[in-house]
C-alpha cells in the first residue's frame, strides 16, 4: 500500500471516530399531553381526543337527560363507535376516556353484559359459568341507556391551504322508548399549509 493510501486509510478512521464521538445523543422528554408542547399534526392526535371527551362530557352533565334516569347510577352501554373519516383510528381512546369521566361522577355505571365487542362476550362467558355453577338463571341488566357515537371527516382546501374538519357526534338513546335524550356535536378543524407558499 503507498503511503498516500495509508494516509487516507488513517484519517477516514480518525474522521469516522472523531463524528462518532461528538453524535448528540437521543433526547427524550415527558410533555403534558394536553399542552402546547405537544404534537399537532393534520390527524386527530391526542389532544384532539382529550378536547373532546371533555366537551362531550361536560355537555351531557350539564344537561337534564340523567336527572329522569329510574335509578341511580344509571345503567349504560356503549355502542360501537362508526368511523366515517379517512383515518385509522382507534376509537378507544375517545370511548376510555368518555367512559372513565362518567363513571367517576357517580351518577353512571357502564354495562359490559351487553353491546359490542370483546368485553361483551368475556361478561357473557363469566355470566353462563356462573349460571351453570350456581344452577339458577342469571339475570342480565338491561342498561337504561345507549350511548351511540359517529366521527366524520370533511376536507376543504383551496390554493394555500388545506383544512380537515372532524365531527364527534354523540347520542343518547333510553332503551325503554328508543328516545333519543341527549345529542351533542363537536368540530376540530385543523389547517395544513402548502410547503411552497410562505404565509398564511
Known amino acids: 500500500m503507498k503511503l498516500s493510501s495509508k494516509f487516507i486509510a488513517v484519517l477516514s478512521v480518525g474522521t469516522a471516530l472523531f463524528l462518532t464521538g461528538c453524535e ?14 405537544a404534537l399537532n399534526t393534520s390527524n386527530i392526535n391526542s389532544q384532539d381526543w382529550a378536547n373532546a371527551a371533555d366537551q362531550l362530557v361536560n355537555s351531557l352533565l350539564s344537561g337534564n337527560a340523567l336527572n329522569n334516569a329510574p335509578r341511580t ?18 376509537t378507544d381512546l375517545l370511548i376510555k376516556k368518555i367512559r372513565v369521566a362518567l363513571t367517576q361522577t357517580g351518577k353512571i355505571a357502564i354495562t359490559n353484559t351487553m353491546g359490542l365487542g370483546e368485553r361483551a362476550v368475556v361478561a357473557g362467558e363469566a355470566a353462563e359459568l356462573e349460571e351453570m355453577m ?31 374538519t372532524y365531527f364527534f357526534q354523540m347520542s343518547l338513546v333510553q332503551t325503554s322508548t328508543g328516545l333519543t335524550v341527549w345529542e351533542e356535536e363537536k368540530s376540530i378543524a385543523k389547517q395544513t399549509k402548502n410547503a411552497s407558499k410562505l404565509g398564511w
Do not use: F, H
Not at 448528540?24 to 408542547?37: F, N
Not at 352501554?77 to 385509522?88: E, G, H, K, S
Not at 338463571?137 to 382546501?157: G, H, S
Open 24 to 37: 448528540t445523543p437521543t433526547e427524550t422528554r415527558t410533555v403534558d399531553s394536553k399542552g402546547p408542547e
Open 134 to 164: 350456581s344452577g339458577k338463571k342469571q339475570k342480565i341488566m338491561v342498561p337504561d341507556y345507549t350511548l351511540y357515537a359517529k366521527l366524520i371527516q370533511q376536507r376543504d382546501r383551496n390554493k394555500r391551504v388545506t383544512q380537515n
Open 73 to 90: 347510577p344509571a345503567v349504560l352501554a356503549i355502542d360501537r363507535v362508526i368511523n366515517n373519516t379517512q383515518l385509522m383510528v382507534d
